[in-house]
Nanobody, 120 residues
Framework: QVPLVESGGGLVQAGGSLRLSCAAS?????MGWYRQAPGKEREFVAA????????LYTDSVKGRFTISRDNARRTVHLQMNNLEPEDTAVYYC????????????????WGPGTQVTVSS
């Protein structure tokens, strides 16, 4: 298990920006951001390799979100620009793998998440 604490969420208008941060102790792994909207299952958003040499995004956020990491500070960030009301969700970080991307519900250990609300 990787202890995780997310922060940086808030209320913004459509078109606005937020920068999420995740303090991930012991994070010698590929890391990802996930989100859960009201009434929906948790879903994959973005991922970054341990070396930060490779990133991956779900189609709906490509060109708007940027994932990054600072291994020295053990933090992972998600810069979210041009936010849309459909981005409203609780955002979580966690380890990433191709399996986890397709089976997010199989992960049982999560941090508290950070709420992102985008008003129209």
């Amino acid at each position: 298990q990787v202890p995780l604490v997310e922060s940086g969420g808030g209320l913004v208008q459509a078109g606005g920006s937020l920068r999420l941060s995740c303090a991930a102790s012991g994070s010698s792994y590929a890391m990802g951001w996930y989100r859960q909207a009201p009434g929906k299952e948790r879903e994959f958003v973005a991922a970054i390799s341990w070396s930060a040499g490779s990133t991956l995004y779900t189609d709906s956020v490509k060109g708007r979100f940027t994932i990054s990491r600072d291994n020295a500070r053990r933090t992972v960030h998600l810069q979210m620009n041009n936010l849309e009301p459909e981005d409203t969700a609780v955002y979580y970080c966690n380890v990433y793998s191709d399996y986890i991307r397709d089976h997010v519900q199989d992960l049982t250990s999560w941090g508290p998440g950070t709420q992102v609300t985008v008003s129209s």
